[in-house]
């Protein structure tokens, strides 16, 4: 596997269990080298929770994972259209983050969001820097939208946007055939997608992560079981989130399993060998539809096959002048589970020393962490990535 090139990444998240789960592994993956990640800002939306929630809910997760100094602004608190905002405190608990607000984060943040819209802070930050950051975005696309609206070039100058959202099968999770997501700000997402190429953006729809679903015995005798810091609010913040799916899945979508969600955006980042298969795509969302609002319909048609005058009688997604969005379709879910196993934060091992040794690496970007942190007894069980480092590979 080539080690990947050095990823800068921006999160839009409505912080809720798997939002946490994925910002977990984001800050996670700062502190591997191997990765070469680094987290710049993260902006929260309405989604999972409302955006003041999800706003103290970030603030709350920087503080328990001691990195304050990531800058994040406050979003959007309502979908475009200016109508209510969703919930889903049925799957993620009334704080968004399951009972962790009542059993690990209970003590108010220390931090609070930096001044000026979220939306702003993306135009400011990818139009100084073109081709450079990645934007994942982890709820609904109001903020992105916002942004390019204010600033159309932004869909140039971003390298990669990566969306967690869509069913482009039609089996919807809010309603028959829209996903939440999407769902959230349908306007928004429709804006976003027809302003992208396939080039710069990918889809990990809700068809992939259902796809991706890790068996219960897995989460129950492994994931759950993690005795870190880490494993242990992973733990109470996933508890209603797994609840839900282990007593809904077969139900609600003929499935068991666990479907990490947002962590799966994050994941592909820092292993690209993870993905299987995936297709570029034209794709666009139905904002009227009475059953079917909040539905991303993708073209199976091979438009470009088609003579021109067989294309003008075929109305629908394929009169978007080009593929526009790169659809995962299979993902390889034992990468899934050694990733996701295994957030075993540098500073929550070692004591102080091996944190001043993080936090050196952390605010200056360097490698000496490596070799400060082999002077000094690393308490607990290697990880994967350094059984793999120590096999000379990553
Ligand atoms: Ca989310």
Same mark, same amino acid.
């Given at each position: 596997m080539s080690a990947p090139q050095e990823t800068d990444v921006i999160i839009d998240t409505d912080v809720g269990a798997d939002d946490a789960q994925a910002v977990a592994l984001a800050l996670y993956a700062t502190t591997v080298? @191997?990765?070469q990640f680094h987290l710049s800002a993260i902006t929260t939306v309405h989604g999972n929770v409302s955006c003041d929630q999800a706003t103290e809910n970030l603030a709350k997760l920087l503080d328990y994972f001691h990195r304050t100094d990531i800058p994040f602004y406050k979003g959007a608190s309502t979908p475009l259209d200016g109508g209510s905002p969703l919930s889903a405190e049925y799957a993620h608990g009334k704080s968004g983050l399951g009972d962790a607000c009542t059993t690990h984060l209970t003590t108010p943040p220390t931090v609070s969001a930096r001044a000026g819209s979220a939306h702003q802070a993306l135009v400011d930050m990818i139009m100084a820097r073109p081709n450079h950051y990645t934007l994942v975005t982890l709820g609904p696309l109001t903020n992105v939208a916002l942004a390019l609206r204010s600033e159309p070039r932004l869909a140039q100058a971003v390298k990669q946007l990566v969306v967690i959202g869509g069913a482009p099968s039609g089996?919807? %999770?809010?309603?028959?055939? @829209? #996903?939440f997501n999407v769902m959230g700000d349908p306007e928004a997402a429709r804006e976003v997608f027809a302003a992208m190429t396939a080039e710069c953006c990918t889809l990990v729809s809700w068809d992939l992560i259902l796809d991706t679903a890790v068996p219960f015995s897995w989460m129950d005798a492994a994931w759950l079981s993690q005795p870190t810091p880490c494993g242990t609010l992973m733990r109470s913040i996933s508890r209603v989130h797994c609840e839900l799916y282990r007593t809904q899945s077969p139900w609600a979508w003929g499935r068991t399993g666990y479907p990490f969600g947002d962590p799966l955006a994050v994941l592909l980042l820092l292993?690209?060998? @993870?993905?299987r298969r995936q297709r570029a795509v034209r794709l666009g969302v139905e904002?009227?539809?009475?059953?079917?609002?909040?539905m991303t319909v993708m073209e199976c048609r091979l438009v470009d096959r088609l003579a021109p005058m067989a294309r003008e009688h075929?109305?629908?997604?394929?009169?978007?002048?080009? #593929? %526009?969005v790169m659809v995962?379709? #299979?993902?390889?879910r034992a990468v899934v589970q050694q990733v996701m196993l295994n957030l075993d934060f540098p500073f929550f091992r070692g004591g102080v020393l091996n944190y001043a040794g993080y936090y050196i690496m952390s605010s200056t970007?360097?490698?000496?962490v490596i070799v400060f942190r082999k002077t000094i007894k690393i308490e607990g069980k290697k990880n994967y990535w350094q059984e793999q480092s120590s096999r000379g590979g990553y």
């Open positions: 080298p @191997a990765y089996r919807g %999770n809010i309603t028959t055939v @829209a #996903e292993r690209p060998d @993870a993905v904002t009227r539809g009475e059953l079917t609002r909040g075929c109305p629908g997604v394929c009169q978007l002048p080009r #593929e %526009n995962v379709e #299979e993902l390889d970007r360097v490698s000496l």
